[in-house]
Nanobody
């Protein structure tokens, strides 16, 4: 089985920075795309940023220029560096990864989420 474990969320003032981490562990052969999503109360999850296995990146318009996604393939970890945080960035952030397992099956896995709260 594969697990994604997020860390780094918390409370920060508007204009501040946070870095989220998500480590994948378990029966992993390879990880293709990795991504961060966020979810507001009562809303569907929305894509924040994603990164491919060859480190091509894509961002939601609302975070371009403020957030940076990166990955460390030696640690099976994806990061989200968030700067110039705004009140509207307050949400639960989820990690997602497309994993090739030791059974040579490809699956999409989610972390449990980490709360990011931006205060004024």
């Amino acid at each position: 089985q594969v697990q994604l474990v997020e860390s780094g969320g918390g409370l920060v003032q508007s204009g501040g920075s946070l870095r989220l981490s998500c480590a994948a562990n378990g029966a992993i052969v390879n990880i293709n795309n990795m991504a961060w999503y966020r979810q507001y109360p009562g809303k569907q999850r929305e894509l924040v940023a994603r990164i491919t296995s060859n480190e091509m990146t894509d961002y939601a318009d609302s975070v371009k220029g403020r957030f940076t996604i990166s990955r460390d393939n030696t640690k099976n970890t994806v990061y989200l560096q968030m700067t110039s945080l705004k009140l509207e960035d307050t949400a639960v952030y989820y990690c997602n990864a497309e994993v090739v397992s030791t059974a040579h099956l490809v699956g999409h896995f989610w972390g449990l989420g980490t709360q990011v709260t931006v205060s004024s």
